[in-house]
């Protein structure tokens, strides 16, 4: 069965950087692309970007150009997604989503990063 | 980017009833609309794709509607496990984005 399997919680300082992942199983890693969303306490979902594991073309929504990097590890089905210069803005829940290329609507979603930004 | 404005934000209804809600892009994206529920602590999970069709294991009791600018998904004989939030979901090229979303509560 299809599992996207996320990092654990993160607690990290204003300023610093953060990666989390995402490994796949129970389909072909590289047939569907890999998406990023954003989820802050109580709100609406937030698109950050997404990564077609296969050639690792990447689009990112324009306010996350400099927020966010993607990118896959074919050998381990992973797919990673690194935050920096963070601040309390950043504090969400991320989840990774896959579509495939002939609909950007997500089938299967992790069950999310928790990332919390304090001194 | 497409705006997506759906509606009601919040909407109380009882199990039994049948609820609509809508969302509302501001441009033409055909029927390239997709509809999540979510639950409180969980991730989304796909209900309809191409504004109209169910996703797997979906059932029946939830329909969706519309194309170009509105879109509607209904929700007929409210069970217990309908109650959360609803989100809308253009998916006519990028950036994708979602509607702020509708919670269903319990009356």
């Known amino acids: 069965q299809v599992q996207l399997q996320q990092s654990g919680p993160e607690l990290v300082r204003p300023g610093a950087s953060v990666k989390m992942s995402c490994k796949a199983s129970g389909y072909t890693f590289t047939s569907y692309w890999m998406h990023w969303v954003k989820q802050r306490p109580g709100q609406g979902l937030e698109w950050i970007g997404m990564?077609?594991?296969?050639?690792?073309?990447?689009r990112l929504n324009q306010k996350f150009k400099d927020k966010a990097t993607l990118n896959v590890d074919k050998s381990s089905n992973t797919a990673y997604m690194q935050l920096s210069s963070l601040t309390s803005e950043d504090s969400a829940v991320y989840y990774c989503?896959?579509?495939?290329?002939?609909?950007?609507?997500?089938?299967?979603w992790g069950q999310g990063t928790t990332l919390t930004v304090s001194s | 980017d497409i705006q997506m404005t759906q509606s009601p934000a919040s909407l109380s209804a009882s199990v039994g009833e049948t609820v609509t809600i809508t969302c509302r892009a501001s441009e033409n994206i055909y029927s390239y609309l997709a509809w999540y529920q979510q639950k409180q602590g969980k991730s989304p999970q796909l209900l309809v794709y191409n504004a109209k069709t169910l996703a797997e294991g979906v059932p029946s009791r939830f329909s969706g509607s519309g194309s170009g600018t509105q879109f509607s998904l209904k929700i007929n004989s409210l069970q217990p496990e309908d109650f959360g939030s609803y989100y809308c979901q253009h998916h006519y090229g990028t950036p994708l984005t979602f509607g702020a979303g509708t919670k269903l509560e319990l009356k």
């Open positions: 989503a896959r579509s495939w290329d002939y609909g950007r609507y997500f089938d299967y």
């Open positions: 990564i077609d594991p296969s050639n690792s073309e990447t």
